[in-house]
Every structure is written in structure tokens, then in C-alpha cells.
């Protein structure tokens, strides 16, 4: 290491204000991957200058990778101007499990929401959408070749290291990927966890498989990968995406990987258009947030990717962390509004790291007993005990220190699989098409007050609109859609305020609304800060 790295003690201690001259970033963004670019689009959305930074020399040519972006990923995506990633990707509907041939069960998507509930295309794609979204934002610019060599921060602002380039700014947002061990290190973050053993060779394949174009299959020991898994998903222009499980020491050569192909596709033609190998991680930051630093996707937490939870978790880390970094700079919250990223998003990854576990442990069993409980599920098809991953969902921040609990309104816990989650405060906000829009589109300007039909606007206006200095909208759930049916759709009763955060989850729902308890919860959603 070059140059050395610092850190406050305390993660927690108030800071001053950096100040900065006109045109310097108000935030350094440390990666350029699809997390590193979202962060940065959402922050200027606010009209935050960014600089983002990448080690690399350029943008480079890969495959697939992370391929599958839930409805909600794509919802933020939407909101960060990179909507043509839901419009380009394949929207597959059903999920297929089979065992050593005979199929188990399958699953479909439910048909909730305007926007689909998943799609797939390949993260090269993806980054060039996300690419072409800030070329078209002023306030971002981009750096390559510039890696980041140490980090100090002091109590007015950050010093980020690249070589002797020394850059200054306000924040930095960490989205350096999986190996930022030396920035994680130098900021006193430990990456607790573990590697799983055997390897998955991941190939993009060309080809025309009629009946498998909005599928996807999962196979448990197939007689062409006997004792081992395979996924099969679909991909725009007639790419398939296959992973196989392989052996912790098999090197796979061109014939293995042709002859594997050649099982699935059959005596079909095919092109081979990439190929990799990587072994699954299960690890998690002790800290996401340390002083003026925040930590993003696979920097701060790594899971196996049955389910779709790595960029799925990664996106929303952005949004949690731009909204509240722009509060703070916009001077509408205090900073101790930050800490909440910390709080809110490591409890999600300690989510999905607790269901993808369990799901590693019934893909590749270590233990005799949890080889014996997998093959007598299997065998005996019990369809509720055999687990290929549970697919991507939002966090709900029931336990966070912003919501306002509601006990008529009391967290049911996790839906069962594929499921919406029953609004309550902490839950995000369903998406509901209007004749205007979705409702979600409502929610990205501020906070958005949606009120029942016994609630006076005229006066939540003027109670709330004077002890809050960030962005803030007052409707009536009627006004919202014209009929009156939103309030039914969303369960809202007729003296209820519904108060929605920026990245649009239910901060409170309050019964027999006043204004001045809508201002309580106000205060609380900001962390209680001197931004009220």
C-alpha cells in the first residue's frame, strides 16, 4: 500500500460541514460497476456532483454475470434514467425444478405490478445502459485508471489516495466490488464468512431451444451432471445462460465445455459466445458505515446466487445511501441520518445471507446429515422442503429507527415465496398503476404524504410544510387515481396518513391522523435530526 489509510474511531461522532468549491465532488464513488454507477445517477438525480472512480483502463468486455433484476431493481432503475434495462431484458415467467430428469414442480411469477416481475440481461448490458445514463449527466464524471491507494478522513471531509493524486470530497460511497479487501481493511471492516468448496462453470450459449424461451430450469443431479446441479436461464436473442457445479479441482478444457453444452442443447447448433468459473462466498462487512465512508454491494457483503440476491441487494444499498447522503448535503437531515444506512442495509445483508445459506446447505450439503435430509427431499418430492433459492425481495425496515410501528398494523413476516408483503410501516410501498403513472414515480422527488378522504391537505400542508426543509408532497389517495380505488387496493382506511420515504418504503401509517403526529413521524423518518 502507497499511501496510508485512516479512519475516525468513532463511526458514529458528529462531523463538520467540508466545505467545497463550485464544481468539486460532493461525493467520490469508489467503482464503476453496475452498484458504483447507480449510487452515482441517484445522487445527481438530486443534484449531487459525483466523481466516480475505477481502477480499470476501461470499461471491460465480459458475459452474463448478474443477470436477473427484480421488479424493484428495475423500479429504481426507472427512477435513475436506466429504464431501458427492463425494456431490453427478457421478462421469463415460469421457474422449473427437476430431479435426475422427472420434474418436481414449477412456479410462476404473479402478475402484480406494472412493471415485470423480473427480467434477464447480461450485466454487460446492463453497464452499458447505465453508462450511456451518465455520459448524459453533467454532474457525474468518471475517471478510469485511477485506483485508489489509501483513504483519510479527518472531521471535515474525506481524502481519497490514487497514487499522488490526492482527491477531496465530502463522502465517499465504497462500490469497489468483492476484492476491496485493502479498502475494507484500511477502514477497520472485517469480511467474516466463508468460500464454498466447489466450483460452477458459467457459459453463455447461443441456441434454439423451443419451449425454454421464458423459462427457468433448475436441475438437481442430472444424469449429465450426476451428482451435481445445473441452471438453465433464458436471455435476450436467444442466449441461454448454464451453470454447471463442478468438482473444487476440475479445470474444465474447450471439450469438457463443449461436451457439457452439447447434453443440454442436444444435436441443435450452438455458439459459444463466454465462459467462466467462480466459487460461491458468504461473507458480510462488520460495518457499512464508518465516519464519512459507506460501504455498497459486493464491497460490503458477498452470497451465493441462487435467488438473485447479490445485485438485487447491491441497487438498493445504492438508493438507501443517496437519498440520505443528499439529504444531509442538501441540509434537509443532521448526519446522524447516515448511520441509518448502516443499520438498515447490513440487516438486510444479514437476510440474505441467512437465506442463501440455507440454500447452499441444501445445494452442496457438507454433512452427512444434510445429504441424507436433501436426498430423502428430493426422492420423496417434497416440494416444501426442497430449496433451489428464494428469489430476490426488497428488505422491510420494520426494526429501523425511521419507522413509525403501527400495532393494527403489525409485520406479518415473510411472505410465502414470491408473494407481495402486506403493507405496514417498514414495507415498501406496492406499485400501482395510475392513469398518470405508477405510484412508485411519486415517491422518488422527497417525502410523499398520501392521505384518506377525512383528512384535510390544506392543513397537513401547513402543519408539516413548516417543520421540514426537504422536498415534501401532500395527496389524497383519491386524488392520487381519480376513483378512489387506491386506498382500497392498498387497504388505507378513510382517516389514515401514509408516509412514504424517497426510496418509496412506508415510514409510518397513522390512524386518526393529525398533522402534528404526521410531523412526529416526519422527524423520526429523518433521523430525528436537526433537518426538521
Known sequence: ????????????????????????????????????????????????????????????????????????????????????????????????????GRELFSWSFEEEGPLPACVNLSQTRT???????????????????????????????????????????????????????????????????????????????????????????????????????????????????IDWQIAPDFIPADADRARAIRRVVGDRPYELSWHSTYRFH?????????????LAGDCAHLVAPFGARGLNSGVPDAENAAWKLAFVLNGWAGEGLLETYHIERHAA??????????????????????????????????????????????????????????????FSGRPPRDSPCVPAPGVILPDVRLPQGRLREFCRDGFLVLLGEMCDSRLFVQVVGKVIRAPLAVRGFAEMDGTGSLAEKLGAGPDEAWLIRPDSHIAAIIPHAGPESVAVAMSRALGGSPGI
Open 127 to 241: 453497464e452499458q445502459i447505465l453508462d450511456a445514463a451518465v455520459a448524459a449527466r453533467p454532474l457525474i464524471e468518471v475517471r478510469w485508471n485511477h485506483e485508489v491507494t489509501g483513504i483519510t478522513q479527518d472531521a471535515a471531509g474525506v481524502t481519497v489516495h490514487c497514487g499522488a493524486r490526492l482527491l477531496r470530497a465530502p463522502y465517499v460511497l465504497a462500490c469497489a466490488g468483492a476484492r476491496a479487501q485493502r479498502v475494507r481493511e484500511a477502514l477497520g471492516v472485517t469480511f467474516d464468512g466463508q468460500t464454498y468448496d466447489d466450483q460452477f462453470l458459467i457459459c453463455d450459449v447461443r441456441a434454439d431451444l423451443p419451449g425454454r424461451e421464458n423459462e427457468r430450469h433448475f436441475h438437481f443431479d442430472p444424469a449429465w451432471n450426476p451428482g451435481r446441479q445445473v441452471l438453465i436461464h433464458p436471455c435476450p436473442g436467444g442466449t441461454f445462460r
Open 349 to 410: 445483508a444479514l437476510e440474505n445471507l441467512e437465506v442463501t445459506a440455507a440454500t447452499m446447505r441444501f445445494i452442496a450439503p457438507r454433512t452427512v446429515e444434510e445429504r441424507m435430509r436433501r436426498r430423502t427431499a428430493l426422492e420423496g418430492g417434497r416440494i416444501a422442503e426442497i430449496d433451489s433459492g428464494r428469489f430476490a425481495e426488497p428488505f422491510w425496515y420494520v426494526d429501523s429507527p425511521l419507522t413509525t410501528p403501527d400495532p393494527g398494523r403489525p
Open 282 to 294: 458468504s461473507r458480510i462487512a462488520s460495518r457499512m458505515r464508518v465516519g464519512r465512508v459507506l
Open 1 to 100: 500500500m502507497s499511501e496510508p489509510f485512516a479512519s475516525p474511531a468513532d463511526p458514529g461522532g458528529k462531523r463538520q460541514p467540508l466545505e467545497t468549491r463550485a464544481g468539486d465532488p460532493q461525493v467520490i464513488v469508489i467503482g464503476a460497476g453496475p452498484v458504483g454507477l447507480s449510487a452515482a445517477l441517484l445522487l445527481a438525480r438530486w443534484g449531487i456532483r459525483v466523481l466516480v472512480l475505477d481502477q480499470r483502463p476501461e470499461r471491460g468486455r465480459g458475459g452474463s454475470k448478474s443477470i436477473c433484476q427484480q421488479r424493484d431493481v428495475l423500479d429504481i432503475w426507472y427512477a435513475a434514467g436506466a429504464g431501458r434495462i427492463a425494456e431490453e431484458g427478457l421478462a421469463w415467467t415460469t421457474s422449473r425444478t427437476f430431479y435426475r
